[in-house]
């Protein structure tokens, strides 16, 4: 590894390759921008790729930092700006739009904001907003519909409409239709028996 100054420098260049794809994620999805241009052009950014992560792990990885390394690793970095400016100038001449994602909010029991998405890409465009703490693709919606009890599956299908609902705890003053740890057996006199119902009688 080069000397500490050799080494910020080369960090430096790193974060502003990793900056300017966060950008490109952020307007087209994450990966989604080189599936949008042509297969020669995509073919051509995948070597520029791979050049430079060769050239900037010969540098970091030198004991020291000759002139030629440096000067590879310059040279890659500006090749790659090249490529993400290729690449963004294709998807929008080929008619392309920056993602903008459909979303479906929902409220969780415990306070937090699901947000539901179509796609992987929608979904790093929805989480790069920084706004919902829970993000989900619609095949993780549909796996997490896969993995319920068939008991559930069955009241879907056989009572068409009914629906699934969180559970709610009770209150302080004890109300509500249920609470987790279960409720007593009434025993006790408490326990109210209807006085229509033949030989009904209250426990002692």
């Not at 992560?53 to 090249?82: G, P, S």
């Not at 969780?108 to 465009?125: D, M, R």
């Not at 693709?137 to 993995?147: K, S, W």
Request: charged share 30%; glycine share 8%; aromatic share 10%.
């Amino acid at each position: 590894m080069p000397a500490p100054e050799d080494c910020a420098m080369l960090q430096g260049y790193f974060e502003g390759l990793h900056e300017l794809r966060r950008e490109m994620e952020s307007k087209w999805g994450v990966g989604r921008v080189e599936l949008l241009a042509g297969d020669e052009l995509r073919a051509k950014w995948r070597r520029q790729c791979e050049t430079w992560r060769a050239a900037y792990e010969a540098a970091w990885d030198a004991k020291f930092l000759t002139r030629d390394l440096l000067e590879a690793v310059q040279v890659k970095a500006a090749a790659m700006r090249r490529g993400w400016a290729a690449l963004d100038a294709a998807a929008e001449e080929a008619g392309h739009r920056p993602i903008a994602p459909w979303v479906w909010e929902c409220l969780l029991p415990g306070g937090e904001v699901a947000a539901i998405v179509q796609t992987n890409a929608e979904a790093s465009k929805v989480i790069a907003d920084g706004r919902y703490l829970v993000v989900f693709t619609l095949q993780e919606v549909g796996n997490v519909i896969a993995a319920l009890p068939d008991a559930l599956m069955q009241a879907k299908q056989s009572f068409p409409g009914a629906r699934f609902q969180a559970p709610r705890i009770r209150d302080e003053l004890g109300c509500g239709p249920w609470k987790p740890e279960g409720d007593e057996i009434p025993f006790g006199r408490e326990f109210i028996f209807d006085e229509t119902s033949e030989g009904a009688e209250p426990w002692d």
